[in-house]
């Protein structure tokens, strides 16, 4: 039976039912694993907190699934179409509700890009720290949801320490106010961090209060440094972090992605057959702090070390980073994995990484922060359509588990949306997914927020 949608009457914004937005938005476009996408009824542009309010009041009363979507960036497939779903789509709610320095703080509503936060916090003065890859195109209510992390966490956190307070709407439509703006709260359970990460599964988060930085003073140092290979690197990362030199990043890519970069920008990072890059930063390189590092770097193998404190070469080298899943995705499709392991087991992992993609005939890409333990040991599917050859599907069932066993995590910031989903119950015992099914059900009884997603 269909859903009489003309009941659903929203105060400010737009009911769109056309076929070709609904087969637009239905769509993660940066999912590049194949993922069912189901036919959704309507996507809602929500442009009030009334207007979210009203669709899932209407949905619980009609039992309809409701997918939130930010800027559907997702590469977990998190914010897809499900079957007979509405989209409700946050990213015409876009405001800067308030700058306020004097709090450090900034209050936003869901659909900010985070790019836009960050340049709106820059004119005070400040920085809005998370980075994600997709910083200019990927919603705050999204990063919030995934808990996005970038290479900034290293220094910074991910995005869940950047969030103060949050205003979500439940699936009944209730308005909830959690945290607030101070940077210690410990009022009863904490809420507000209950809804970072959760994809979307317990409300729909409307508006947040996020912690914005000072611009450090001083110099920023980011610099490249080059080794035999990433087993090296690890032990060089571990140095580094063990050094008190507080780097605000510490960025790896192998060879297979140097050689990507250096086909897609026109560059010329591996010339010298370079098998392992690291890129570092120091946002607050205090006297001394960079011969230490020099000093460090070589005794740890570095072949060379190239360092700038020029702001326009500094922009080229975090470009060259922030292109690498494009880079990738020149070749077909990028399959991303988003593992974190303890820092102690970076270089295992990443050797057995490149074991088990060698004995699947894959080439990897082998990247990520490896300063906070998450890689990205992605690999290329050159056909355009279609699901992963077996060989491909044996890497990754080969993979995660070794992960697993070493005590890490299948998802460390990109989220577990669909994708993920099937290796949760290998890393959480069954009395904790029983847990989470409890939870859920608390806040979305009828369970219409994003089901099936997230475990
Ligand atoms: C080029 C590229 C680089 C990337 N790099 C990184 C990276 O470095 N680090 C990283 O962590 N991720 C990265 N990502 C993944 C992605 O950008 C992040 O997961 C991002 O946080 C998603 O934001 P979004 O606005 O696109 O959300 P969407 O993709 O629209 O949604 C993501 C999830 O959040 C839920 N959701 C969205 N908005 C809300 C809301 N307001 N309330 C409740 N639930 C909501 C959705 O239901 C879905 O489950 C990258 C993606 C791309 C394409």
């Known amino acids: 039976m269909s859903t009489d949608l003309t009941t659903l009457v929203l105060p400010d914004g737009e009911l769109v039912t056309e076929p070709p937005v609904l087969a637009e938005y239905r769509l993660n476009p940066y999912t590049q694993e194949t993922a069912a996408e189901g036919q959704p009824i309507a996507v809602v542009f929500a442009t009030s907190v009334a207007d979210v309010q009203t669709t899932l009041q209407f949905a619980t009363t009609h039992h309809i699934p409701v997918v939130t979507q930010g800027a559907r960036t997702s590469i977990a497939n998190g914010a897809a179409g499900l079957d007979g779903s509405i989209l409700l789509n946050l990213s015409r709610l876009n405001h800067i509700v308030a700058l306020q320095p004097e709090n450090q703080t900034a209050v936003v509503e869901a659909g900010v890009l985070n790019g836009d936060l ?266 355009k359509d279609g699901a992963l050859p077996a060989e491909m599907q044996a890497y990754i069932d080969e993979l995660l588990p070794f992960v697993i066993s070493v005590g890490g995590t299948v998802s460390a910031e990109h989220g577990i949306g669909t994708i993920k989903k099937k290796w949760v119950p290998q890393q959480l015992s069954p009395a904790v997914q029983t847990l989470q099914q409890q939870i859920k059900a608390v806040f979305d009884p009828t369970g219409i927020l994003n089901p099936g997603r997230k475990f």
């Open 118 to 383: 960050d340049q709106a916090a820059r004119k005070v003065g400040y920085f809005y720290a998370p980075d994600p890859g997709s910083k200019p195109i990927s919603t705050i209510g999204g990063n919030i949801a995934t808990n996005a992390g970038g290479m900034a966490s290293l220094k910074y956190g991910t995005t869940r320490e950047n969030v103060l307070g949050l205003k979500v709407v439940l699936a009944d439509g209730r308005l909830l106010e959690l945290g607030g703006a101070t940077f210690k709260n410990n009022a009863s359970y904490d809420l507000t961090d209950l809804f970072i990460g959760s994809e979307g599964t317990l409300g729909v988060v409307v508006e947040a209060t996020v912690r914005l930085r000072p611009i450090p003073f001083g110099d920023t140092v980011t610099g490249l440094a080059t080794f035999a290979d990433v087993h090296a690197l690890t032990h060089a990362v571990q140095v580094l972090q063990a050094s008190g030199v507080n780097p605000s990043m510490l960025e790896v890519l192998n060879r297979v992605s140097i050689e990507a970069l250096d086909e897609y920008e026109g560059i010329d990072l591996g010339g010298r057959g370079e098998q392992a890059l690291l890129i570092f930063q120091l946002d607050v390189a205090v006297a001394g702090a960079l011969d230490l590092v020099d000093d460090l770097l070589r005794k740890a193998g570095a072949q060379t070390i190239d360092v700038t404190s020029d702001p326009a070469r500094t922009a080229t080298i975090i470009k060259i980073r922030q292109d690498i899943f494009a880079a990738g995705a020149q070749y077909g499709r990028l399959i991303v994995e988003d593992i974190a392991v303890p820092l102690g087991q970076l270089a295992i992992v990443a050797d057995r990484a490149e074991a088990i993609a060698a004995k699947h005939g894959q080439r990897l890409l082998l990247l990520g922060h490896a300063g906070d333990g998450n890689l990205h040991p992605d690999i290329i599917l050159e056909s």
